[in-house]
């Protein structure tokens, strides 16, 4: 059964230095989306991505961030210049043609800034 | 504007009884609304969705759930609580707002007794 990955499963980094988080959505699907959980807390919506530009992204998704979609099969989140209170699991999902279906997840990637 | 409420942060009930976790929704669109497990140290797995079909919407593991339009509500329920459901559970809605965002609710945690 098709599924979205996501790599690193774990990142750890240095406050300051930039990270990119990479997702593989399934393959035939249009809409992707990141989000974030710290630990503890709810899942935070950050950006969705449609036809290769944003199409929503919330408060959270300041400067510091920018996705991209840079061969047709990867999704990537970059922050770059990371805080600690960017630690938190991120996870990346996507939809087949219609936004009003289910997202599929992936199994997370978590960021750890010392 | 859309938000989501789950009314109970920790629901504890023995194995056998009924399970009812309560969500409340706001959203000035048509929403999609979806319920979402999460495991221990895992990703996020569908368990339902509503969008816009029948009001009474069945998922796996024996969970269902109505959507109310008059109540704003929709709520997860179980006939009969099983070890294995013990996890956190993540009401989500989503709608177009121009974007496609989607807005998960703070979770409510599932407890089992033997």
């Known amino acids: 059964e098709p599924e979205v990955t996501q790599t690193p499963s774990h990142q750890v980094t240095q406050m300051g230095q930039e990270v990119i988080l990479r997702c593989v959505p399934i393959s035939n699907h249009l809409y992707f989306y990141w989000y974030r959980q710290i630990l503890g807390q709810k899942v935070e919506f950050l950006v969705s991505?449609?036809?290769?530009?944003?199409?929503?992204k919330s408060e959270i998704f300041d400067d510091q961030f920018s996705v991209e979609r840079p061969d047709g099969s990867n999704f990537t989140l970059k922050i770059r210049s990371t805080k600690l209170e960017d630690s938190a699991m991120y996870f990346c999902?996507?939809?087949?043609?219609?936004?009003?279906?289910?997202?599929?997840f992936g199994p997370g990637t978590r960021l750890t800034v010392l | 504007a859309q938000s989501v409420t789950q009314l109970d942060s920790h629901v504890s009930v023995s194995e056998g009884t009924p399970v009812l976790l309560r969500c409340n929704y706001s959203?000035?669109?048509?929403?999609?609304l979806f319920w979402y497990v999460q495991h221990p140290n895992k990703g996020l797995q569908l368990l339902l969705k509503?969008?816009?079909?029948?009001?009474l919407v069945k998922g796996i593991n024996g969970f269902e759930a109505e959507f109310k339009k008059s109540e704003t509500s929709f709520h997860l329920t179980k006939p009969s609580a099983h070890m294995s459901d013990a996890a956190e559970y993540f009401c989500?809605?989503?709608?177009?707002?121009?974007?496609?965002?989607?807005?998960f609710g703070a979770g409510t945690r599932l407890f089992v007794k033997a």
């Open positions: 509503y969008t816009s079909a029948a009001t």
């Open positions: 989500v809605v989503s709608a177009n707002t121009g974007g496609f965002k989607t807005i």
């Open positions: 959203s000035s669109y048509s929403p999609s």
């Open positions: 999902a996507s939809i087949w043609t219609n936004p009003y279906n289910e997202q599929f």
């Open positions: 991505f449609y036809n290769n530009e944003i199409s929503e």
